[in-house]
Nanobody, 128 residues
Framework: EVQLVESGGGLVQAGGSLRLSCEAI????????IGWFRQAPGKLREGVSC????????QYLHSVKGRFTISFDNAKATVHLQMNSLKPEDTAVYYC?????????????????????WGQGTQVTVSS
């Protein structure tokens, strides 16, 4: 059973950068996708990005394209989300989630119900 552990959240000024990490403990196969979601107070949880550990295919929420980059460090079984040019509207709790590899090539990648493993979440706060 895969356990997901996030790290790297924090407080940053607008225009700054943060890198989130999601370690997949117990991962034994690359037939897996890791997604990043975020949830701001009073809002629904939304998909931010997704990567297939099998072929590195990726998906991004339109509003983060060009600012966020998702990547997989195979040696450490860790997915990173590099977030640059952060905006106050990026403030949220960020969660990583695990699901089947095909999600990264599928239009349902941003649906939370497509994933069956979740991390505990990490807070990202962007001040103006």
């Amino acid at each position: 059973e895969v356990q997901l552990v996030e790290s790297g959240g924090g407080l940053v000024q607008a225009g700054g950068s943060l890198r989130l990490s999601c370690e997949a403990i117990g991962l034994t196969s690359d037939d897996y996708a890791i997604g990043w979601f975020r949830q701001a107070p009073g809002k629904l949880r939304e998909g931010v990005s997704c990567i297939s550990l099998k072929d590195d295919s990726t998906q991004y929420l339109h509003s983060v394209k060009g600012r966020f980059t998702i990547s997989f460090d195979n040696a450490k079984a860790t997915v990173h989300l590099q977030m640059n040019s952060l905006k106050p509207e990026d403030t949220a709790v960020y969660y990583c989630a695990g699901g089947p590899a095909f999600l990264a090539d599928n239009r349902w990648w941003h649906q939370r119900h497509s994933y069956d493993r979740w991390g505990q979440g990490t807070q990202v706060t962007v001040s103006s």
